[in-house]
């Protein structure tokens, strides 16, 4: 059931992008769009990993580098039995951490300076269960996918308004101008919601792989604190793939302005709140006994 959610998600994504071009261009947008969707898709199975750790600012590592980062890692690899992700880095002082690749094969993690710096070694381990979790679940490569997709859709106006959208007259230009706004609004919805669903179920996997879920529970508690006090300047595109929402609440008049503030501050969340992620995990304890 999650994967044809999935699967959904994604095609629902695929289709925003062509009815866009359609929109803005009639049957020549289309094609220009369909055309881009064919180079996108591609892109984003060999290369969406490549363009996330570019725009995150990430850079990898090595174990003389950063040893004892490299030692956690390979400790929660072996527990999970996956093989060892490549070892990314942020110099940021907001605390954070993502996956991203397209199989377990092909994977990266990377964490901020910032997470390194406020977290122990235990929570540290439960964070990287997680993100090793992300991996083992598959939703790495989705995630990616729909960082490529959203930038798409964000530039296809711009492609169409210097392609074909002068000659379309006023329906081209209120065309357009609809695109423009409601495109990138309906892919930040699905983006939202393939992240919320997927984070639940990493918590879930990655208090299995490591056996301390009252761990991951107190580390997600640290992050929203500190992030939100010192949120990350990052690309909105990837905000959906980190661990806790980098960009500053909208209870604080960050992430969103207006929008969001229209259609309610939950409505484009990329995560689920972190109070019921806790609890989540405060169940999986009291059900497993891993009061860890």
């Not at 960082?147 to 000659?167: D, E, Y």
């Not at 230009?173 to 919805?189: D, G, S």
């Not at 949120?231 to 209870?251: G, Q, Y």
Request: aromatic residues 8%.
């Amino acid at each position: 059931m999650k994967a044809i959610k999935t699967v959904s998600l994604l095609a629902l994504l695929s289709a925003i992008f062509l009815v866009a071009g359609f929109l803005v261009a009639g049957v020549p947008g289309l094609i220009v769009a369909f055309v881009v969707a064919l180079a996108m898709n591609f892109f984003s199975y060999w290369s969406s990993d490549k363009l996330v750790l570019r725009l995150t600012g990430a850079r990898e590592v090595t174990p003389d580098q950063e040893p004892h980062l490299h030692r956690i890692v390979d400790e929660v690899s072996a527990m999970a039995g996956m093989p060892k992700p490549k070892v990314y880095l942020m110099q940021n002082d907001a605390p954070n951490a993502f996956a991203t690749g397209r199989n377990a094969k092909h994977a990266a993690v990377a964490v901020t300076t910032g997470i390194m710096r406020i977290l122990d070694d235990r929570e540290l381990t439960a964070v990287l269960g997680h993100e090793l979790g992300h991996i083992r679940n598959r939703d790495i490569l989705v995630s990616a996918i729909a960082v490529t997709i959203g930038a798409a859709i964000g530039f296809l106006p711009w492609l169409l308004l210097f392609g074909f959208g002068r000659s379309r007259g006023i329906f081209g230009i209120v065309a357009l101008l609809a695109t423009w706004i409601l495109a990138p609004m309906a892919a930040a919805l699905i983006r939202a919601a393939l992240s919320r669903q997927r984070e639940f179920g990493a918590d879930e996997t990655g208090a299995q792989i490591t056996g301390t879920p009252l761990a991951l529970a107190s580390a997600l508690e640290k992050l929203e604190t500190y992030s939100q006090a010192r949120p990350m300047k990052v690309n909105p595109a990837v905000s959906h793939l980190f661990i806790v929402n980098p960009l500053k609440s909208t209870r604080r008049g960050g992430e969103g302005g207006l929008v969001m503030g229209l259609f309610g501050s939950n409505t484009f969340s990329t995560h689920p709140p972190i109070a019921k992620r806790i609890e989540r995990l405060n169940e999986i304890a009291r059900k497993t006994g891993m009061y860890a």
